[in-house]
Nanobody, 124 residues
Framework: QVQLVESGGGLVQAGGSLRLSCVVS????????MGWYRQAPGKQRELVAH???????NYPESVKGRFTIARANDKNTVYLQMNSLKPEDTAVYYC??????????????????WGQGTQVTVSS
């Protein structure tokens, strides 16, 4: 009922930039927080950036100053601009959204939804 589709991943040299996009579609009443996570081989999935419905942003120290998250509410889209990329940024990047959907007459259900992931590879 809710789908998240990421795009924009690829191969880039160290120091380069990439811009990821994630479109949320389906039976949506509202979208609350949106975020990007990544998972490198053999490692746990980690938060890369988060933006609230009000526009507040959070980043871990590892990407602060290099990555920027933004959202276009009219397009149900969240973006991740990644600059000064490093080889250690190599991972599969996943989009996440907290979405409220209609579940009946005057009833709504909130849940966490994930995209399928997009590969980002940074060569040294």
């Amino acid at each position: 009922q809710v789908q998240l589709v990421e795009s924009g991943g690829g191969l880039v040299q160290a120091g380069g930039s990439l811009r990821l996009s994630c479109v949320v579609s389906g039976s949506i009443f509202s979208i609350n927080g949106m975020g990007w996570y990544r998972q490198a081989p053999g490692k746990q999935r980690e938060l890369v950036a988060h933006i609230s419905s009000g526009g507040s942003r959070n980043y871990p120290e590892s990407v602060k100053g290099r990555f920027t998250i933004a959202r276009a509410n009219d397009k149900n889209t969240v973006y991740l601009q990644m600059n000064s990329l490093k080889p250690e940024d190599t991972a599969v990047y996943y989009c996440n959204a907290a979405v409220t959907i209609p579940s009946g007459t005057y009833t709504y259900t909130s849940g966490d939804y994930w995209g399928q992931g997009t590969q980002v590879t940074v060569s040294s």
